[in-house]
């Protein structure tokens, strides 16, 4: 029998939309953050079917319906993160309407 897949819970937080891998683990070190109601602690696991709150608010996952992938030529001078204090900013330059999330070099 297989066992259920299951995610680092601060990477199910971030692909949610809500922050960034860093700010959900700062969220989980305040002890904001709940799975089924107990509080959880950095490098916990989410499981399908889990109920996730940070900062009391559900959490849910994107549908991978929803998901839009784009492929870019970076140049010269655009720094490849979404940090709005970062001058040339890739989420700047791309500037699409929702929260980018850069994945690395395509090779």
């Known amino acids: 029998m297989l066992a259920k897949p299951s995610v ?21 070190e305040q002890g904001n953050v709940f799975i089924n109601g107990k509080r959880v602690a950095l490098g916990d696991r989410v499981f399908p079917g889990d109920v996730v709150k940070v900062n009391g608010q559900l959490i849910e ?19 490849c993160t979404t940090e709005s204090g970062e001058k040339d900013n890739i989420a700047d330059f791309v500037n699409h309407s929702t929260r980018i999330f850069p994945i690395g070099r395509v090779r």
Do not use: M, T, W
């Open 8 to 28: 680092r819970l601060n990477k199910y937080i971030s692909e949610s939309g809500v922050c960034s891998r860093r700010d959900a683990d700062r969220y989980i």
């Open 61 to 79: 996952p994107r549908s991978e319906d929803n998901l839009v992938f784009i492929a870019l030529n970076k140049p010269v001078g655009i720094v």
